[in-house]
């Protein structure tokens, strides 16, 4: 009975504790009202726009959890992004990460998602540093840049990347 009573009370510890930064938020808005009324709903604005843009990324990423929730079970993740997957968990973690669209942010719900049914932070890491990597935005590089430089910038961001999933496994120990 002790363990129902202490899983309650964490509970609700949990979620007074997600009320503080909304919380916060609010009074600096209300301290913004008061003494600057025309900048505060000028702040106002500005975040309703910041938060109109957010929800596409938001909605598209929730979707995938969705999708992924439906269709892939914690075995299916693991097998294809957990300690067995080698080769082929760190070249589906690299396409899956010069491909990815949006604010970065938008995809941090998404891996803990992975990361806790069994993906491994190595193969994490190397998606987060092949977002850096993206095909239609090459051309433009190479007529500002040009081709030796974009070809090279490219193929270090790439070997930056996997060492970085290296590391991240020794240090880690996936």
Do not use: Q
């Amino acid at each position: 009975m002790k363990a129902d009573g202490d899983r309650i009370s964490t509970l609700k510890n949990s979620g007074l504790r997600s009320l503080i930064f909304p919380g916060c938020v609010l009074v600096i808005y209300a301290i913004g009202f008061v003494s600057s009324p025309d900048r505060a709903a000028s702040a106002v604005d500005n975040s309703i726009g910041i938060l109109f843009n957010l929800m596409l990324p938001l909605g598209l990423v929730i979707a995938l959890m969705v999708l992924m929730n439906l269709l892939l079970e914690p075995a299916h993740i693991f097998r294809l992004l957990g300690r067995g997957s080698g080769n082929k968990g760190i070249l589906l973690s690299a396409t899956a990460g010069i491909i990815s669209m949006g604010p970065i942010y938008a995809w941090y719900p998404l891996l803990k998602e992975l990361r806790e049914k069994g993906a491994k932070n190595s193969l994490i890491a190397v998606f987060l540093g092949h977002r850096a990597v993206k095909p239609f935005l090459l051309p433009i590089m190479i007529s500002y840049f040009g081709g030796l430089y974009v070809v090279v910038l490219t193929l270090f961001t790439i070997a930056g990347s996997l060492a970085v999933g290296y590391l991240v496994n020794i240090l880690l120990k996936d």
